[in-house]
Every structure is written in structure tokens, then in C-alpha cells.
């Protein structure tokens, strides 16, 4: 899996499978948000990295918490 620093764009999927099933998980972490498509029988499918935007206000959820509390610095 590979961060991906830009802008997350979602490419088209094709479903090969019958009935078009997929499950799709996604991992809200502090500094990344990952999301990996798996089909029915567990297989990954595809996986899309992407940085987390709120990353800007600190790597940890204490100085996301402070910049919330300044409105100037929250509101960038």
C-alpha cells in the first residue's frame, strides 16, 4: 500500500463477479485514511491510501482538539 499526498480520486471499478457484490472497509487513522475494496469470497479487490486532510492541524488528536479551540486557526 502507497500514501497517496494529493488529492484522493476514486478510479472506476469494474465488477466482474455475477452478482456485483463487493465490501468495501475503511480505516480512519490519524495521519492516513485507508480504504481497501474486497470482493465476496475476501479477495482485495483494490486499495486507495489517501492522507488525512486534518493532518494540517497536528499528527495527534491533542493538537487537532487545540486548533479546534482557536476559531482562526480551525476555520484555514
Known sequence: ?????EKLELPPLTLQNPDGKRLMTVDIGTTTIAMQLYD????VVDSFPSVNPQVSYGADVLSRIEAAKDPGKAAD
Open 1 to 5: 500500500m502507497q500514501v497517496v499526498t
Open 40 to 43: 465476496m469470497t475476501g479477495k
